[in-house]
């Protein structure tokens, strides 16, 4: 079934001096419209490397990516995209960088509606009363809503978040969290986020697609997240598959990391058959008349 959101035989290799580095390969997905899908791997496994060529800002060296039924050849205001670090102009207020991108997206309308726009996602978010605070001024957690406002404020149709909370402590992260998964729901944004927090996939996603490895990382498995939505946290913990559906992520992940330090076989030693208290020159001789025979 053809979705919302189409990577098909998505790939991606660098050239090196030792030779072509294949990161991803025959990487294959499918989104509908509205579906929040996680990304979960080790490090390095290659789920930035997919982030990035969605959102237009790695070129895809095998396969593409089509949203909304067009194949995409760049970046473009239809993906909005909040990184591990929001990434703002630290002298502009929250209010300013939200309004750069409003500015960019709504150029025809009028000067008071972006405001609006620009003002209502801010408050969505928990910032109604830090509008005009500068954004060196914010903590992180305040820094990362305001990203997340400029993110939404572009109206995408696809929301690409790589690791939004990382950098956050453990309260905020849950509480931004829980702000985030409201906003998407209600608004219906498609959205694919990396995390390497199975809890977190959990908790937030449809579907949960487990990366192998890299290099030449794939889709290793898909997991349907059973838990109805609009979700509370203390539901989810409690629903009876809840801890079936975190061990067998666990163990693929553990699977992922033994086949990783997996040592490679030892080389066999051949002990040449040679006579022992020989020179150098007797030795050379014997190998030439053996490989004769």
């Known amino acids: 079934m053809r979705g919302y959101v189409e990577m098909f035989r998505l790939g991606k290799t660098y050239d090196t001096p030792n030779g072509p580095a294949v990161i991803v390969e ?10 929040y899908v996680c990304l979960l791997g080790h490090s390095g496994c290659g789920k930035s490397t997919v982030l990035t060529m969605v959102a237009g800002l790695n070129s895809i060296t095998h396969g593409g990516v089509a949203v909304a039924g067009r194949e995409i050849d760049g970046p473009g205001p239809d993906r909005g995209v909040v990184f591990q ?3 703002l102009m630290p002298w502009m207020t929250a209010f300013e960088n939200v309004l750069l991108g409003v ?3 709504y150029p025809h309308a ?3 509606e972006r405001h609006d726009i620009v003002a209502y996602y801010l408050t969505l978010v928990g910032l109604g009363t830090s509008l005009h605070t500068r954004a060196c001024e ?13 993110a939404f404020a572009l109206k995408p149709k696809m929301l690409l978040l790589d690791e939004p909370f990382g950098m956050l402590d453990s309260l905020t992260r849950l509480e931004l ?5 409201e906003i998407l729901v209600r608004d219906k944004v498609t959205t694919l986020m990396i995390t390497h927090d199975v809890d977190e996939a959990l908790f937030m996603s449809d579907r949960v697609v487990m990366m192998t490895n890299g290099p030449r990382a794939r889709v290793g498995a898909i ?5 109805d939505r609009p979700r509370k946290r203390v539901d989810v913990l409690e629903h009876p598959e809840y801890y079936d559906y975190r061990e067998k992520m666990i163990r693929f992940l553990e699977e992922q990391d033994h086949k990783k330090q997996k040592p490679p076989a030892p080389a066999v030693a051949v002990k040449p058959n040679i006579a022992p208290n020989k020179t150098l020159g007797v030795k050379l001789e014997a190998t030439e008349t053996s490989v004769s025979l």
């Open 85 to 87: 670090s929001p990434c």
């Open 138 to 150: 914010l903590s992180q957690g305040m820094q990362q809503r305001v990203g997340i406002a400029r």
């Open 177 to 181: 969290q829980e702000i985030l998964l």
């Open 26 to 35: 025959e990487f294959d997905l499918n989104m509908q419209k509205g579906e």
């Open 110 to 112: 009028t000067k008071r």
């Open 223 to 227: 997991f349907q997240v059973p838990f």
């Open 103 to 105: 500015n960019q997206v």
